[in-house]
Structures are given as C-alpha cells and as structure tokens.
C-alpha cells in the first residue's frame, strides 16, 4: 500500500484542477464575484466541503487561474528580451507571441481582461502583481540595451510599464476577433506593432536636448 499516498495526492491535484477548469468555463460570460461556490462545485460534482479542501474561498480560486493565465508568461518575455537587442525584432516577437497566446488560452485571457478592474479585491492584486513582475522583467532587459545608455531606473520602469500595457490591451483586443479571420487578426497585430514602434521612436529621442 505504499503507493496509496501518491494516489490520493494525485486524486487531490486532479479534483483541484478539476475546479479551476469549471470556475474558468463558467467565467467565461460572468464575473467573479457573480460566481458561487456551489455553482462550481456543482459543475464538478463534489461537496462544498471538497472545495475547502483546495481554496479558501472564490477569491482564493480567482487567485490560482491568475497564476495560471499569466505564470508561464515570464520565461518567455524573459527570453524575447534575451534573443535580441533589436527594437524592431522585439515588438515583432512580443506581438506574435502575444496573439499565439491569446490563440492557445483565450478563456485565461478573458478571465484576466474582466477581473483585472473586477470587484474581487485579491485577484485585482493579484493581477497586478503579476504585471508588475513583467514591468520589472522588461525593465531588466531594456536596461542592457545600448539604447538605454543614459536613461535612469525610474526612466526605463516607466518604459516598461507602457509595453507591458500595451500588451495587455493587444491581449483584450484579440479577444474581439474570431479565431479563424485571419484578415482581422493580422489588421490588429500590424496595428499593434505600429503603436509599440511608436513608443520606440520616442524611446530614442527622450534624451534629445530640450529646444
């Protein structure tokens, strides 16, 4: 029987998930805080006292599927900030990954896009938090960049801090745009390369001498 601890440890990971695969799919066309417990419980087919079990409460499920809507994320804006010092290819990159990730969890995204300003407190924080660790991840890769030369912390945090808004208003915006137009989703991922190009240029004349 010395196997049963791995089992039930298994049989946990499975019900919790379980519970954040239905809280999302009921998410899909309401907020958090509409959302009941019981509702999500019901979908699963498990007590409420199995639900304890995993979250605290709803706020502590919203909190998990922020992890997992955004948590993957960092490696690879760490990466994109590593494979190049190219403006042009960075803004490329981050838009074509910002569209295959939207494509791959679009359900995620729509969770963050409505409760990232939604009435449940701690995953607005949580939210945050998370943006705010791409911000300081961006930031660390533009400030080994030669085009950084000159340019303070507070400067370059402020920078990151637009291209990761960015990206997360490009992030909503696919979200519009059905999956299979391609016309529209190719439109809104020029668009959205023509905006970040445009906080590049004026990235490189920040440090122009006043008039």
């Known amino acids: 029987m010395s196997h ?3 089992v039930r440890q298994a049989q946990k990971q499975q019900t919790r998930q379980a ?3 239905a809280g999302l799919r009921l998410l899909e066309h309401q907020n958090l805080s509409s959302l ?3 509702e999500v419980t019901r979908a699963v087919g498990v007590s409420p006292a199995a639900f304890y079990r995993h979250f605290p409460d709803m706020a ?3 909190v998990a599927l922020v992890g997992e809507s955004l948590g993957s994320l960092h490696a690879v804006i760490r990466a994109v900030m590593a494979e190049t010092t190219d403006s042009a290819g960075i803004i490329d990159r981050t838009v074509a990954i910002t569209a295959e990730y939207v494509a791959r969890h679009r359900p995620h995204i729509r969770f963050i896009a409505r409760e990232r300003y939604g009435g449940v407190q701690a ?3 949580a939210i945050a ?3 705010q660790g791409f911000a300081d991840e961006v930031a660390a890769g533009l400030a080994t960049q030669p085009a950084s030369k000159g340019w303070s912390p ?3 945090r402020v920078l990151a801090e637009l291209y990761v808004d ?3 208003m490009t992030a909503a915006a696919f979200l519009d745009v059905a999956p299979d137009d391609t016309a529209g989703l190719e439109h809104l991922a020029h668009a959205a390369r023509l905006r970040m190009r445009i906080i590049s240029i004026g990235r490189a004349h920040w440090l122009d001498p006043q008039p």
């Open 36 to 38: 009941g417990l019981r």
């Open 19 to 21: 519970l954040l695969d």
């Open 4 to 6: 049963t601890p791995g």
């Open 129 to 131: 938090a998370e943006l």
């Open 123 to 125: 995953v607005r924080e």
């Open 60 to 62: 502590g499920l919203g």
């Open 166 to 168: 960015h990206m997360v």
């Open 154 to 156: 507070g400067e370059l």
